[in-house]
């Protein structure tokens, strides 16, 4: 079975300094990550990739993220915040391998920017 | 633009009482999912068609059925709501499986009284 964890309900930031989401994940296999965000009632947004090749990977908005696969890790980063960065972010997981097409959540990370 | 488009928006409905939640899609992917997800919960799948195909999630109720006429159009039938099943229900599609991106759409608030 494929997990996520985002160990963290809310990350708290300064406007102007990095930031960083965590996530970490579980597949019998090797990992498709993505990272998506959600505004309030609105449907989920996505922001970037990890398929294969570079560990670090760029999306939307300034928004890039690494993976290590040795932590299974692949955190969320941004060089320098913005209040319009505030949202929910959730990291999701599918196992190359096989098993469920659709994608496995974290429970989302509240991100809140403070001007 | 093209997108994923969900009707309605919010919907009330009886406990018991049989309500449909629609999504359309003008981005001609061949994969459509549904998803629950309850306040200050993660998107949980539901199933997923993948062009007629439907593949539904072992714990998925019964109570949850869906339907998929043609590309651009997806159903969710609930049979007979329950509190259980207020959420938010958010309609997903993909150009094809596992690699690639899900599109959301911007979701139907349910409420059962």
């Known amino acids: 079975a494929q997990s996520v964890a985002q160990p963290e309900d809310q990350v708290n930031v300064a406007e102007g300094n990095p930031l960083t989401v965590k996530c970490t994940y579980s597949v019998s296999g090797n990992p498709y990550l993505f990272w998506y965000v959600q505004y309030p009632n609105r449907g989920l947004q996505f922001l970037l990739k990890y398929i294969t090749g570079d560990n670090l990977v760029k999306g939307s908005y300034g928004f890039e993220a690494e993976f290590n696969k040795s932590q299974t890790s692949f955190h969320l980063k941004k060089p320098s915040a913005l209040v319009s960065d505030s949202a929910l972010y959730f990291c999701?997981?599918?196992?190359?391998?096989?098993?469920?097409?659709?994608?496995?959540f974290g429970k989302g990370t509240h991100l809140i920017i403070q001007p | 633009d093209a997108m994923v488009i969900q009707n309605p928006r919010y919907q009330v409905t009886q406990f018991g009482k049989p309500v449909t939640l629609s999504c359309s899609q003008t981005?001609?992917?061949?994969?459509m999912y549904w998803y629950q997800q309850k306040s200050s919960q993660a998107p949980k799948l539901l199933f997923h068609?993948?062009?007629?195909?439907?593949?539904n999630e072992a714990d998925t109720p019964d109570n949850f059925q869906s339907r998929r006429p043609n590309t651009s159009f997806c159903f969710l039938d609930i049979r007979s709501p329950g509190l259980g099943d207020a959420a938010m229900y958010l309609c997903a599609t993909s150009q094809g499986q596992f690699r690639y991106e899900q599109y959301f759409g911007p979701g139907t608030r349910l409420t059962v009284t």
């Open positions: 981005l001609n992917h061949n994969v």
């Open positions: 999701a997981v599918r196992d190359v391998e096989g098993g469920a097409d659709g994608l496995t």
């Open positions: 068609y993948y062009d007629k195909d439907f593949n």
